[in-house]
């Protein structure tokens, strides 16, 4: 499967505890994009990388999640002191960017955030 | 900056029957702007996508919409409902700004709901 992989698929964990999730993009795709999906609303948009580079941040929601793609391929999101506001879906996605004309991103089947 | 309004939260129609899901969108920029759809417990899937080459787009599963830029709306339309189509549809914006945030902007979703 070429597609977008994510890992664990489902995560519970107990409040004040760190989690780190893992995202496989697309192997040709140098743009990965990291979403939360809280039940009833769309996805929102939390942070994106081109290739390992950081480019928007300023959308994490509070200093206690952080993202990396230390080599430009995977990444990790990680929640640390986690808190039961935290309970979600995290979809990744990638994409080409805009070299494909329209920046269609390819979504992950998400990771279920369940904070007891 | 960039948002979508889907019109409404639920939509209900008889299998067999045209399916109407509303969207209006803002954009400071030349927007492309995508439908995807969300079957429970399954990943997100780019129905269709707008790029500017066309108005009315076409896209999987006989779903098509159509690009008006003086409604600022992308309707999504089907002319024959099917079980299968019974799911959350989310009306999605992204703009080539040149720079800051490139995440897609996510719609509310529009759970359509098909009655036999």
């Known amino acids: 499967d070429t597609g977008v992989s994510q890992d664990p698929r489902h995560k519970i964990t107990k409040r004040g505890q760190n989690v780190t999730f893992r995202c496989d993009p697309i192997?040709?795709?140098?743009?990965l994009y990291w979403y939360r999906q809280t039940l009833g609303q769309g996805p929102e948009f939390l942070t994106y990388?081109?290739?390992?580079?950081?480019?928007?941040k300023s959308r994490l929601l509070s200093d206690r999640f952080s993202a990396e793609r230390p080599k430009g391929s995977f990444s990790t999101l990680e929640i640390q002191r986690t808190e039961q506001g935290d309970s979600a879906m995290y979809l990744c996605?990638?994409?080409?960017?805009?070299?494909?004309?329209?920046?269609?991103?390819?979504f992950g089947p998400g990771t279920r955030l369940t904070v007891l | 900056a960039q948002s979508v309004t889907q019109l409404d939260s639920h939509v209900s129609v008889s299998e067999g029957t045209p399916v109407l899901l509303r969207c209006n969108y803002s954009?400071?920029?030349?927007?492309?702007l995508f439908w995807y759809v969300q079957h429970p417990n399954k990943g997100l899937q780019l129905l269709l996508k707008?790029?500017?080459?066309?108005?009315l787009v076409k896209g999987i599963n006989g779903f098509e919409a159509e690009f008006k830029k003086s409604e600022t709306s992308f309707h999504l339309t089907k002319p024959s409902a099917h079980m299968s189509d019974a799911a959350e549809y989310f009306c999605?914006?992204?703009?080539?700004?040149?720079?800051?945030?490139?995440?897609?902007?996510f719609g509310k979703g529009t759970h359509l709901i098909i009655q036999p």
């Open positions: 999605v914006v992204s703009e080539l700004s040149g720079g800051g945030a490139d995440g897609l902007t």
């Open positions: 996605a990638s994409s080409l960017g805009w070299t494909s004309g329209t920046n269609e991103q390819f």
């Open positions: 192997s040709e795709h140098n743009r």
């Open positions: 990388f081109q290739n390992e580079a950081q480019l928007e």
């Open positions: 954009s400071s920029y030349s927007p492309s």
């Open positions: 707008y790029t500017s080459a066309a108005t």
